[in-house]
């Protein structure tokens, strides 16, 4: 009778040790699957976030390019040499009709020679002989 008891136990011990080695992979297989699927979502994510700042970003350069743009046209616009000479008639700078020529003596008249021009300064820096 006892020998009866122990084949059953033995059995049953084995019925289950054998059902934990199936089962085991099963449930490492469904780990990684769901694993695997929260991965592909957080990546998809990832993805359409970067998508979004992309196309913000280039928004963004378009509004820049415009008006990039439009400060050159007012450059050019603003450069317009007929633009600036009626501001000028404006302010009353006009050519001259009668040219006057204005001569100051000694200016623009060059020395013979560059001592001349510092023979009063070298006097003074010079340390008399003793």
Known sequence: MTAGVLTRA??????????????????VFTLAVILAFFAMIYSRISLDRTAFELHQIEQEFAAQDRVHWDLRLELARLQDPKRIDAAAAGLGMVYPEQRITIEAPGVGVEPSSGTERWTASRSLLTEPDQ
């Open 10 to 27: 033995r059995g049953a011990r084995a019925s289950r040790i054998g059902g934990n080695t199936v089962l085991r992979p099963l449930v």
